[in-house]
């Protein structure tokens, strides 16, 4: 069974510039999550779907942060513009919405702005 | 909202000796999960706790969720340097939101 899929692995980008994140969760998973991690801290949810609806995202930034997930499979998310304390690593995971939940974890995607 | 706590936030331990993480609730938890992070890694999946006083255990590795469902504990015999890494705790929620501890991160002293 392949994993939850994310790209690209690593980005730099300057300050005010644009970026997006692409995820392809586990086939069949109908929940999705992006967090964001910073060194040393756990996870922080920013946006979670069921399906291609929005169940919460009350930690996304939404003047600068947005993300999509328009067929209910794969996701993107995208910050214009960045800023320095968006340096983090972007984690995308799935997980089925029934019985045994557990989060199936990318590789996440590490993001450094300058 | 719902808050997990978790200790310590780091344990320094000499290769051999045992690790213990705790997880505390001030509400009833439904599940508790634990998962574990090695450095430069993401997050992997260890195993989830249901029923009140269950225990569960993966090799060395043991889990206990409270008679009360309040606390979770992770317990680790005679570490090993494969072991290193950040342990976390975590709530699955009636909306498959997960809710976060801050993670206790092992480190094995050389």
């Known amino acids: 069974e392949a994993g939850v899929a994310q790209s690209p692995r690593y980005k730099i980008i300057e300050k005010r510039q644009s970026v997006a994140f692409w995820c392809n969760p586990i086939s069949g998973h109908a929940t999705l999550y992006w967090y964001q991690q910073i060194l040393g801290q756990g996870p922080k949810l920013l946006i979670q779907f069921q399906n291609n609806g929005v169940v919460d995202d009350s930690q996304l930034p939404k003047d600068r942060f947005s993300a999509e997930r328009l067929k209910g499979v794969d996701s993107t998310l995208k910050i214009q513009p960045a800023k320095l304390e968006d340096s983090a690593v972007y984690l995308c995971?799935?997980?089925?919405?029934?019985?045994?939940?557990?989060?199936?974890f990318g590789q996440g995607t590490r993001l450094t702005v300058v | 909202g719902q808050q997990v706590m978790q200790i310590p936030q780091y344990q320094h331990v000499q290769e051999g000796e045992d690790f213990t993480t705790y997880c505390n609730s001030s509400?009833?938890?439904?599940?508790i999960q634990w998962y574990k992070q090695r450095p430069g890694g993401h997050p992997v999946f260890l195993i989830q706790?249901?029923?009140s006083g269950e225990v569960k255990k993966q090799k060395r590795l043991t889990f206990q969720f409270g008679e009360a469902k309040k606390n979770s504990s992770l317990h680790i015999t005679a570490t090993q340097t494969t072991d290193v890494g950040t342990y976390f705790c975590a709530q699955m929620d009636s909306n498959y939101q997960l809710i976060w501890g801050a993670g206790t991160k092992l480190i094995i002293k050389p």
């Open positions: 509400t009833t938890l439904s599940n």
């Open positions: 995971a799935s997980s089925f919405s029934t019985g045994t939940t557990e989060a199936f």
């Open positions: 706790l249901v029923k």
